[in-house]
């Protein structure tokens, strides 16, 4: 079993930056690509970023690309993302979480297994 646990959400204005945190325990951290997927209200869940077991590789979703960036610590077990010149649509329940098959990486949500409980973000305009 897995849990992942995130933190940093909050209100932000346009413009401003937001660093959120996901800390993992139950497992190899470091054998496991981790990933960042946003919800949006009346909207599906969707991908924002995914890093890859060693850090080695990233991915990000067209509509991110640029401002945000993932990174992880296989130390501390913990994966970030640095959200920066936020923009209103970018309000939505973020959700941290771990890929299903180890070594694994990528940008669908059924690759992953654990998720967080979610952390708000709401940008204002």
């Known amino acids: 079993q897995v849990q992942l646990v995130e933190s940093g959400g909050g209100l932000v204005q346009a413009g401003g930056s937001l660093r959120l945190s996901c800390a993992a325990s139950?497992?190899?951290?470091?054998?496991?690509?981790m990933g960042w997927f946003r919800q949006a209200p009346g909207k599906e869940r969707e991908f924002v970023a995914a890093?890859?077991?060693?850090?080695?590789?990233?991915t990000y979703a067209d509509s991110v690309k640029g401002r945000f960036i993932i990174s992880r610590d296989n130390f501390k077990n913990t994966v970030s993302l640095q959200m920066n010149s936020l923009k209103p649509e970018d309000t939505a329940v973020y959700y941290c979480a771990a890929h299903g098959s180890r070594l694994g990486f990528g940008a669908q949500i059924k690759e992953y297994a654990y998720w967080g409980q979610g952390t708000q973000v709401t940008v204002s305009s």
């Open positions: 139950g497992r190899t951290f470091s054998s496991y690509g």
């Open positions: 890093i890859s077991w060693n850090g080695g590789t990233t």
